[in-house]
């Protein structure tokens, strides 16, 4: 073992959610909330570093170039024969809080198994190339991470002396997807997989999100009163953005970093995107348990319905205000398009965006699209940042070449290389949340190869943090479910 693995006794100072949904990333910046406070180290003993040698092209023989991939290990619970879980990291550095908390974990205890941690090429300390140049971002893709843990799975498998026992692969979010088509594409390495609120469809206009958030907040102890105000707020900035004071008094209001130039197409669209964030945001981690991680998760859905329907705040307009004040934690709000653009355009390991902004963006401008655009009238938030903005932002962060025309093509390739909602393949369940925004991109009925499980009330990826006391009955129910599927696989 020592040959290959080479373990790094550095433990994260700063640890950063495994799951950081898609949509901190939405636009490439993660908004506030992904690097939540320092964990107590104390209070785990988390695993180290370990290290894989992978290659940078899985897919040209003649490229030799090889990198070391991270990975954790915690073999706790294992008795000889047990099954070995492996999770899947995803577009954000791998937290190895997960390797001692988690429903996962839980199963691990009960089945015995093995648990493995792999982080995603790209991001985190998994660092193929030297920086993340659009020449190199080339080798970051779906299929080179696919490649990655066939690999890993292949050779760890015989390092260890695991090669003969049953692999369940597990994962959240876009490595929800990564665990389906892990399955998908190599189903002789895992026999079953768990694909937790995994958006399987790649669609490059998706406005049904915004559809999802609107439906989510109408479910807070206020009612439509939530959307009803959010669309009077909007209103109310449409006609400040006439004209110039109307501009300064927005930056007022709204606490921005810099004043807000109403005739540039970009700040604006940026602007009210920014704002809508913060619902967006808030839907997709609704009481979502991360607290463990080192997130915060106290303010829910109804925490920002309670001030957009109380009158004694003021106008619905300094109501959307207060919920921006609150989210922004009393620091200036940046919603200028050039300088998000400059952050992602940054190379650097170094650099704020190497925390997944840019290679996520990449991501959605090659593979996905996923572009939570206001493309449709069944949202509150005006029809401000449509499809165009998601696309100029491609191009002017990577270039000319990532134009409308390429991403569409990379997104139907997506589908056609994995099937989409339509895939073929046995021994996965799909868990999905109902106020989720991404269950709209995922599976939605069971059938006899695979299982859809619904969770009422819940969202992105709760079944997958500890459970706790408040726990709605249908989200105990869900995990006792998935625990029966990986048991009925096992003993296959
Ligand atoms: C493995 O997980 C168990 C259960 O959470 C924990 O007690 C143990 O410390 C972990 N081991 C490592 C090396 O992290
Ligand atoms: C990025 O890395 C490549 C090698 O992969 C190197 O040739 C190039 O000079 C680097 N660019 C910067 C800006 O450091
Ligand atoms: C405002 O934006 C317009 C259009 O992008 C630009 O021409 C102008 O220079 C900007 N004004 C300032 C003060 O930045
Ligand atoms: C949420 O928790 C943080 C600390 O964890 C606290 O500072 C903040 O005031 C809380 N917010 C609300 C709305 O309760
Ligand atoms: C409305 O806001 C006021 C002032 O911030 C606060 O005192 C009151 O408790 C709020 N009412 C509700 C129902 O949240
Ligand atoms: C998009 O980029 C591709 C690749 O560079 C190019 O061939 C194509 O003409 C471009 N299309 C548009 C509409 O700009
Ligand atoms: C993508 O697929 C759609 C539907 O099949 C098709 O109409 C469109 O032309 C394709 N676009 C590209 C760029 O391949
Ligand atoms: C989630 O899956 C269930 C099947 O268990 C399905 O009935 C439901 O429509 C799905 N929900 C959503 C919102 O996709």
């Not at 921006?324 to 170094?350: H, N, P, Q």
């Amino acid at each position: 073992m020592a040959r290959i693995l080479q373990s790094s006794a550095v433990i994260l100072a700063v640890l950063l959610p495994l799951v950081t949904g898609l949509g901190l990333f939405k636009h490439g910046r993660p908004k506030h909330g992904m690097l939540g406070a320092p964990l107590a180290k104390e209070k785990y003993n988390l695993p180290p570093d370990m290290w894989f040698k992978q290659k940078l092209d899985h897919f040209n023989d003649a490229d030799l170039r090889t990198w070391n991939q991270r990975f954790f290990l915690n073999g706790t619970f294992y008795t000889p024969g047990g099954p070995v879980f492996l999770m899947i990291g995803g577009e954000g550095e791998a937290n190895p809080v997960w390797m001692v908390e988690g429903a996962w974990m839980e199963y691990a205890k009960e089945m015995k198994a093995f648990c493995i941690m792999v982080e995603h090429r790209f991001y985190g300390k998994s660092h193929p190339t030297e920086n993340m140049s659009v020449d190199n971002l080339q080798y970051l893709s779906s299929e080179q991470a696919l490649a990655d843990l066939a690999h890993f799975r292949t050779v760890i498998g015989q390092q260890l002396k695991f090669d003969t026992n049953k692999w369940i692969s597990f994962g959240g979010s876009y490595p929800g997807s990564l665990s389906a088509w892990f399955r998908l594409k190599y189903p002789h390495l895992v026999v079953g997989a768990i694909a937790t609120s995994a958006p399987v469809q790649a669609q490059l206009d998706f406005p049904e999100y915004l559809t999802v958030v609107r439906d989510s907040l109408a479910t807070s102890r206020v009612g439509s009163k939530c959307n009803d105000a959010i669309q009077a707020a909007t209103h109310d900035i449409e006609s400040l953005m006439m004209h110039m004071t109307g501009w300064e008094a927005l930056a007022k209001i709204f606490n921005l970093c810099s004043p807000l130039n109403g005739t540039s197409m970009n700040d604006v669209a940026n602007f009210y995107e920014t704002l809508a964030g913060n619902f967006m945001e808030t839907v997709q981690y609704n009481k979502d348990n991360k607290a463990f991680e080192g997130g915060s998760n106290n303010i829910t859905i109804d925490t920002l319905c309670d001030i957009m329907a109380n009158d004694s705040i003021g106008t619905e307009l300094s109501r959307y205000a207060a919920v921006s004040a609150l989210l922004s934690d009393g620091e200036c709000v940046d919603a200028s398009y050039d300088k998000m653009i400059a952050d992602l355009r940054e190379t650097s390991w170094k650099s704020e965006a190497s925390a997944g902004g840019r290679q996520w963006t990449y991501q959605t401008c090659t593979e996905f699209g996923f572009y939570q655009t206001t493309d449709t009238d069944h949202q509150p938030f005006g029809r401000h940042f449509p499809l165009s903005l998601s696309i100029q932002m491609c191009e002017d962060i990577y270039g000319k070449q990532f134009n409308k025309t390429t991403n569409q093509a990379g997104v139907n390739f997506t589908n056609t290389n994995y099937g989409g909602r339509d895939i073929v393949a046995f021994n996965i369940v799909f868990p999905n949340g109902s106020i989720d925004p991404w269950h709209a991109l995922g599976i939605t009925k069971s059938t006899d190869m695979y299982t859809a499980i619904f969770i009422k009330g819940t969202a992105h990826c709760a079944n997958m943090y500890p459970a706790s006391p408040d726990d709605p009955a249908e989200l105990t129910q869900a995990r006792t479910q998935i625990r029966d599927t990986i048991q009925k696989w096992l003993s296959q």
